[in-house]
């Protein structure tokens, strides 16, 4: 396992869409350095208490880059290998570890293999590349054979990862990212209906190259152990907590979150240790501002990412409270091009990315947050409040989602003075009872000692 990832703090970019690229590809054009334009991103990032970037597809695709056509080599509407080469170091000289997504469920109609079918028919040398493909009828796009897509798009053609030539390819192509431009891991998409063999041979090969290699992967239902274990991947996306993350706050019920993180780090947790990749929006959902509607929500929104188990990860954008939904077939509303200095305008609380640095601090400089178990101690309709422990160091954290200041009292873990990592002061548990009053939407870090 990637032992550094439980003390990461990802900052998530969807390249083509921050980086203005055209929405179709000119196959026939000369390739454009766009990616460059996130060289300048570098240090906004890891001055935000980034250590970590998850980059979304990069590799030549005909649209939105989960269409690849090509594995081998960087979307021409963001540059040459030479950019991405450049841009990996950049990162690295600025103290961030880059992970790429790996698009390995399906590849676009313009793929060079799916492309040779197309021309040969029953006589191509890749025909068995492809999923269910048989030549007793036709695909919605006229193609005198059949095929699967991906949950219904045809667009997506869904991969035989069971031919060792297609895995030979596909693992062919993250050896050579792992060489050629010296990545840090890979975020699975589709991770759910991936075949768990290629998932495994994947994982077994990435070890073997690169033994810190981080590898998740993006699932959205189901037991997360049957993909994050010591065979198969480190992590997962954590959509079970997504929701509730933000629907405990429009909802004023932090009840539902509460349940959720019980069920999955308290102490008979499923999860507990797993560093689950845990966000608030990404490149497929709304952006969490649009979902709040009060944006003062925010706060104690982040307050609860950066506190609780897992990784935290912030989408591009949104730590300046930016807005953005999603309209049916069309996700650029969320995946919007964005110049550096025009970004704190274009959000609703462009303060809230100096709260995100603090948070980012907090956690960076505290094992407990970052490594320690989970124990709840209070739930309300507002108000939220746990305990992160390790080697000692105890951690408790209170949260307001209410527009006024709360008092709480919360069984204390330890008897004694309570200094608060925000800024607030010092509270003293007596009696094995801890009282505070809890700033109006927001909260307490406080740590015994």
């Known amino acids: 396992m990637a032992d550094w990832a439980l003390d990461s703090i990802f900052y998530h970019v969807y390249p083509l869409g921050l980086c203005g690229a055209p929405a179709r590809n000119d196959f026939a054009a000369e390739p454009v350095e766009r990616l460059d334009r996130l060289t300048e991103w570098l240090g906004h990032i890891r001055g935000l208490g980034c250590n970590a970037l998850y980059l979304g597809p990069l590799f030549e695709s005909t649209a939105h880059g989960y269409d690849t056509a090509d594995y081998w080599h960087l979307d021409r509407r963001l540059g040459t290998d030479e950019t991405l080469r450049r841009f990996v170091a950049a990162a690295h000289d600025a103290g961030l570890r880059v992970v790429l997504d790996g698009v390995f469920n399906h590849v676009g109609r313009d793929f060079w293999a799916f492309r040779d079918v197309q021309a040969n028919g029953e006589r191509s040398g890749y025909r068995d590349w492809f999923a269910g493909l048989r030549f007793d ?46 990545i840090d891991g890979l975020r699975l998409d589709a991770a759910d209906v991936v075949d768990l063999d290629f998932q495994r041979a994947l994982a077994a ?41 933000y629907s405990s706050l429009v909802d004023r019920n932090y009840f539902e979150i509460a349940y959720a993180l019980n069920r999955q780090f308290g102490p008979d947790g499923m999860y ?132 006024r200041p709360v008092e709480v009292a919360v069984p204390a873990p330890r008897d004694g003075e309570w200094h608060d990592l925000l800024g607030s002061g010092t509270f003293t548990a007596v009696g094995g009872v801890l009282r505070a009053e809890l700033p109006a939407s927001w909260g307490l870090v406080l740590r015994a000692g």
């Open 272 to 403: 507990a240790g797993l560093p689950l990749y845990n966000f608030v929006d990404n490149h497929d959902q709304d952006r969490v501002a649009s979902r709040l509607g009060d944006t003062r929500l925010l706060y104690p929104l982040y307050l609860l990412l950066f506190t609780m188990p897992g990784v935290p990860s912030i989408y591009y954008g949104s730590e300046w409270g930016m807005r953005g939904e999603r309209k049916p077939g069309d996700d650029s509303p969320v995946r919007q091009a964005i110049d550096l200095s025009a970004g704190p305008s274009m959000g609703a609380e462009p303060a809230l990315a100096g709260s995100i640095e603090r948070l980012a601090s907090i956690r960076s400089g505290s094992t407990a947050l970052r490594r320690g178990s989970y124990r709840q101690l209070l739930v309300a309709a507002e108000q939220l409040g746990f305990v992160r422990e390790v080697d000692g160091e105890s951690v408790v954290v209170l949260l307001n989602a209410a527009a």
């Open 205 to 245: 090969w990435c070890q073997q190259l690169a033994p810190e290699f981080f590898l998740f992967g993006e699932v959205v239902h189901g037991d997360y152990r049957r993909w994050a274990n010591p065979s198969t991947l480190d992590s997962v996306t954590n959509y079970e907590v997504y929701k509730g993350l």
């Open 137 to 182: 009828g036709h695909s919605p796009y006229g193609d005198p054979f059949a095929y699967e897509g991906w949950h219904g798009h045809f667009d997506l053609v869904k991969l035989n990862l069971g031919n060792p030539a297609v895995r030979e390819h596909l693992i062919g192509a993250v050896e050579s990212w792992i060489h050629d431009f010296g």
